[in-house]
């Protein structure tokens, strides 16, 4: 008799965003010709840019001759996409990467979900809350996660980010393993300075924990003194492990291709205390699981760091941050109290009244036929806040705006 992994049955049945679909379903189902604008699911809308088409016009070419044929890549990814990634990503930020620290893979969700890994399954682990659902649905798969008790995972720390403490997670007054970190984050939308990363950072060494940094949005950070890589502080080469994507920077969410860097200096502990790197274990892992991620997609990601590519991604992100400021002005001046948006393509807007976010997230779709997401899925702090995406057309955001206005009444 096969027995099903009896963790996969203490997940929580309700998948935040099928939820709303059945939500907005049953909405159309009643108002069939209603034109319901969605700021809610976190997925890109514009196309891809030019330099990378072209790139993948021509990898798509070099596949159809013997000569230029690419069967199997390196597991790791191409050379030439590490080597783009250490001099642009990390070189002018003064922080050396070498090529072998870099693992390009198929996007980070992947990633962030299969790290855990390269730890034991009964280390203790630390989020923030709310927070991108993968890195606690991962660990409850796994066993890591224990139980499900007052809607919290018994062996989860959780770090409230709220109004109170300015969305700044309170660093924890014991010690845990493994440390999920998403900056810019998904949902709130807010950065995290050098001077509180600093202090994760000498966390981590001084308990021996390992921080897992998701750095998805680092290429809509608009201010300069934010830190767009965990390893821009010192000594973070030691404890980190560092999570990209071209999926939100270049629109990559239908191609697939990112990268995790594992420093070499990173270790953990055996139990009988030996100190091993983690870099060689990844390789080993992604040599076993992972065949690599597709020429044609990293052909395509090379093609981000030529100055074409990297004017026209840009063009695109000043697109979906002007989207960010139109509909934070206009929330502002209607009354909201709106959070995120000027460094990251997300607002965590404060729902009118302390309205449950999903008491609000039907009020929004019944009044002004826009769907949101409600903050409370993303974990207990959000309750009271829903999230909305500045990754749509502009001419929605616009229109979204005015009938927000409308349905208010102003
Ligand atoms: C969108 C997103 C990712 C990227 O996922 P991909 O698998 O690369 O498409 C990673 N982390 C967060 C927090 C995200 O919101």
Same mark, same amino acid.
């Given at each position: 008799?096969?027995?099903i ?8 049945? $309700? ?9 907005? $379903?049953?909405?159309?189902?009643t108002? =069939?010709?209603?034109k ?7 997925? /890109?809308?514009q @196309?891809?840019?030019?330099? /990378? ?36 990503? %990390? ?7 070498? =090529? ?7 996007g980070?969700?992947p !990633? ?16 923030? !809350?709310?927070? &991108?659902?993968?890195?606690? !649905?991962?660990?409850?798969m ?7 008790? $007052? ?16 969305? /700044? ?33 000498n ?5 021996? *924990? ?17 830190p ?17 994507? &071209?999926?939100?920077t ?10 995790t ?11 009988d ?7 060689q ?13 597709s ?17 026209q991604?840009?063009?695109?992100? $000043? &697109? ?13 001046d209607?009354? %909201? ?19 449950p *976010?999903?008491?609000? %997230? ?8 826009i ?8 974990? @207990? ?11 749509? !057309? ?17």
């Amino acid at each position: 008799m096969a027995l099903i992994n009896e963790h996969l049955l203490k997940l929580q049945k $309700n998948y935040l965003f099928a939820d709303i679909a059945k939500k907005v $379903n049953a909405f159309k189902t009643t108002r =069939p010709k209603a034109k319901v604008i969605s700021l809610g699911i976190g997925d /890109v809308t514009q @196309p891809l840019c030019p330099a /990378v088409i072209e790139a993948m016009h021509k990898a798509v070419d070099d596949m159809a001759h013997k000569e230029t044929f690419h069967g199997y890549g390196p597991e790791q990814g191409y050379l030439w996409l590490r080597e783009a990634i250490v001099k642009n990503d %990390f070189l002018p930020r003064g922080v050396h990467i070498d =090529p072998d620290e870099i693992f390009v893979n198929d996007g980070a969700k992947p !990633d962030t979900g299969n790290i855990g890994e390269l730890l034991r399954w009964d280390n203790s682990m630390a989020v923030t !809350d709310p927070i &991108y659902p993968v890195y606690v !649905d991962s660990n409850v798969m796994n066993g890591r996660a224990g139980v499900f008790e $007052n809607g919290k995972w018994s062996n989860v720390t959780y770090m409230p980010c709220n109004e109170g403490n300015g969305f /700044v997670p309170q660093i924890p007054d014991h010690r845990v393993d493994m440390i999920y970190l998403c900056y810019p984050n998904n949902p709130t939308g807010m950065v995290i300075s050098k001077e509180e990363l600093r202090k994760w950072v000498n966390y981590a060494i001084h308990n021996d *924990s390992v921080i897992f940094y998701d750095a998805a949005y680092e290429a809509y950070i608009q201010d300069e003194d934010i830190p767009h890589s965990i390893y821009e502080i010192r000594r973070a080469r030691k404890v980190a492990i560092e999570f990209h994507s &071209y999926s939100k920077t270049a629109g990559f969410t239908g191609v697939r291709c990112g990268y995790t860097v594992v420093p070499k200096e990173l270790t953990a502990s055996t139990i009988d205390g030996e100190r091993l790197p983690l870099n060689q274990f990844w390789l080993r892992r992604q040599s076993t699981k992972f065949n690599g991620t597709s020429y044609i997609s990293q052909r395509a990601a090379e093609a981000i760091y030529t100055p074409e590519g990297k004017e026209q991604t840009r063009a695109t992100i $000043n &697109y979906y941050m002007q989207n960010a400021k139109i509909m934070h002005d206009a929330l502002t001046d209607l009354g %909201f109290t709106v959070y995120g948006g000027t460094d990251a393509p997300y607002l965590w807007v404060k729902t009118p009244g302390n309205t449950p *976010s999903w008491k609000f %997230f039907e009020e929004l779709l019944y009044g002004a036929e826009i769907v949101c997401t409600p903050g409370v899925g993303f974990g @207990p702090s959000g309750e009271g806040f829903v999230r909305l995406t500045s990754f749509g !057309d502009r001419d929605d955001c616009i229109e979204a705006m005015a009938r927000i206005k409308k349905w208010l009444g102003k």
